[in-house]
């Protein structure tokens, strides 16, 4: 058949933007920083997964890992992780359970539960002072649905419910500051391409009780649009541009553990993203990309 050209099929954006075939998910960001934050804890930890890509690493009753995994809705994690808290501190006060049987609880999250639908739970556990670790990959989307955008979508990023010339016309929440304002015990910012800071941010979590938030930002090939081999790359560059601040809250204090200096133009970070290809071509859009720079140069003004 001869298809006239309005009718001839376009090539098709990438299969995450439509939600279908098979994502490029080697080089996840998210696993990295997961990864890491097992290998330091160990085998005894309880992984309370709210709905989301990594909840696809367990297929019941199996999990790669050494420990337990729960998997609970996108909304209810922190939920489920009081329950596992309190069944656990039960077993120790009836002496069912010694305290070197004790288990360490990690929310592990999704920026969509943890911005969004799950806010409202973490919240109400900070405020109940639980004792958990929470775990969450920032990939900036809803990953496993096909890459929506989430709260934590920045600005003019496409994604597949952003596909306008301006991309996501939404800003990115700050979750670091939603945390900090409920005075947790700890909260850090992090990022798996910088793995000593991550490191030592997961021993000082580990050896504190409370709430405690390890926030990284997982680089995600198919939902940014980038091959895997440039994960670390971009997670480098989202620190030494200063998209990504790397930081700590302890003692009421908030402190930069890395320093971006001299900090680079933000176009060297979004220029690798397919997601902000728009920003570049067939034109460069100006006023957007002297909008996304003028936001982080104001936030680093700030940083004394
Ligand atoms: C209440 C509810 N709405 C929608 C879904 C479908 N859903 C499953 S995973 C997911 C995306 C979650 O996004 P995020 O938390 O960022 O995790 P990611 O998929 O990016 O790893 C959605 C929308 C769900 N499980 N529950
Ligand atoms: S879609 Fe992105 S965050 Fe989800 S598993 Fe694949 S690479 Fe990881
Ligand atoms: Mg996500």
Not at 178 to 207: C, F, M, Q, S
Request: glycine share 10%; with cysteine; net charge neutral.
């Amino acid at each position: 058949m001869n298809l006239t050209e309005s009718k001839r099929p376009r090539p098709l954006p990438s299969a995450h933007l439509l939600g279908t075939g098979t994502p490029r998910c080697a080089g996840c960001g998210g696993l990295e920083a997961v990864r890491e934050v097992y290998d330091l804890l160990g085998a005894r930890t309880v992984f309370v997964n709210a709905a989301g890509c990594l909840t696809l690493l367990a297929t019941y009753p199996f999990t790669p890992f050494r420990g337990s995994w729960l998997y609970t809705a996108m909304a209810s994690a922190p939920a489920g992780a009081q329950g596992v808290r309190d069944a656990l501190d039960l077993l120790l006060a009836k002496g069912r359970m010694g305290p070197e049987e004790d288990l360490e609880v990690v929310v592990l999250t999704g920026d969509g539960a943890a911005y969004g639908m799950g806010l409202s739970a973490t919240s109400s556990a900070m405020e109940r002072g639980l004792n958990f670790l929470y775990l969450c990959y920032d990939n900036e989307g809803f990953g496993n649905t096909g890459q929506q955008f989430s709260e934590a979508t920045p600005h003019a990023a496409r994604t597949a419910t952003s596909r306008g010339l301006r991309g996501f016309a939404g800003y990115k929440k700050d979750l670091f500051a939603i945390w900090t304002a409920h005075h947790p015990v700890y909260a850090a910012t992090a990022v798996g391409a910088e793995p000593l800071d991550l490191a030592r941010k997961i021993e000082k979590a580990k050896n504190l009780k409370g709430p405690r938030l390890l926030l990284t930002l997982a680089p995600c090939p198919p939902g940014w649009d980038f091959e895997p081999q440039e994960e670390v790359e971009i997670g480098k560059l989202a620190v030494r541009t200063g998209v990504w601040p790397l930081k700590e809250f302890i003692d009421g204090q908030v402190v930069h553990t890395k320093v971006p200096h001299p900090r680079l133009p933000v176009e060297k970070y979004l220029k690798k993203q397919g997601r902000f290809a728009h920003l570049f071509q067939p034109q460069r859009h100006e006023e957007l990309l002297q909008e996304i720079q003028d936001k982080v140069d104001a936030y680093w003004a700030g940083v004394s």
